[in-house]
């Protein structure tokens, strides 16, 4: 899942792309790097962000669908929102594949009604806390535990609305101390409970910069190894990323470490 950052201030300043020419160019360069689907946000929810306006989030997205959906018809498409109205639109107008949900419904009550209604994969993030407050002061007492036993009933609520087709996301660095990020990651096969599919966005975060002491323009290394212990944890399905033709080759070499030499 590559990531194309429709924003003037994700924690990334690589990743962003505005005009039509940059969107396409990222886009192009995802897909033939060797990217399944293309994620696509207009709000960044890096800690400590400040929220957009609905019609600005709005605007952005109409603006570069566009774009996108002209030169590229039938790819795979994620929006990355957490607004219901949103998706709703966007779903109409531009046939958008996959819902990545950073609140997994807790910023928009009506959420997972509309999941239920569009029927359209969705993506299940933990979050502890908004991206304005939530790297404040994370707090748990077994926080695999404690994820583990919110996926159960956030699933158990959109089950109960008859969405079956859902895909688990830890949340790295979305409430979450340094600790906490290793000990999910560490941990990911306890997941397996939940016979459903697990989704990884680690790329470039501040578990990498921090731990190694490198900015976000210097993680490209530490994410290619947090990619590939996630891997070989057996239980991830999706990796988010800003670096696609990287992250491919990590896949490579995990699918050969478990004999499936003819996956690629």
């Not at 997994?104 to 407050?133: I, N």
Request: charged share 25%; glycine share 8%.
């Amino acid at each position: 899942m590559g990531i194309v950052n429709i924003t003037p201030d994700s924690f990334f300043a690589q990743s962003r792309v505005t005009s039509g020419k940059e969107i396409l160019n990222r886009c192009e360069k995802m897909l033939s790097d060797g990217a399944d689907i293309l994620d696509i946000g207009a709000c960044s929810t890096r800690p400590g962000a400040d929220p957009v306006s609905f019609e600005e989030e709005y605007r952005r997205l109409s603006e570069a669908l566009k774009v996108i959906r002209h030169e590229y018809p039938r790819v795979l498409l994620s929006l990355d929102t957490y607004r219901s109205e949103i998706v709703r639109r966007m779903t109409d107008e531009f046939g958008i594949g996959i819902i990545n949900d950073i609140s997994g419904g807790s910023l928009d009550p009506d959420m997972f009604s509309v999941v239920a209604e569009l029927q359209v994969p969705y993506v299940l993030m933990h979050m502890q806390g908004t991206p304005k407050t939530m790297q404040a002061s994370p707090c748990y007492d077994d926080v695999v535990g404690e994820v583990s036993l919110w996926f159960a009933r956030k699933t158990a609520e959109l089950h109960a609305l008859g969405v079956s087709d859902i895909i688990l996301d830890p949340g790295f660095g979305f409430g979450k101390s340094l600790e906490h990020n290793y000990t999910l990651l560490a941990h990911l096969n306890d997941f397996s409970i939940h016979d459903l599919p697990v989704l990884v966005g680690v790329s470039r975060k501040s578990m990498i910069q921090k731990l190694l002491g490198v900015t976000a323009d210097q993680a490209l290394n530490g994410t290619s190894a947090v990619h590939m212990a996630a891997l070989l944890s057996g239980r991830v399905n999706f990796l988010r990323v800003h670096d696609v033709k990287e992250a491919v080759e990590c896949i490579k070499i995990a699918e050969a470490l478990k004999g499936n030499y003819s996956e690629f």
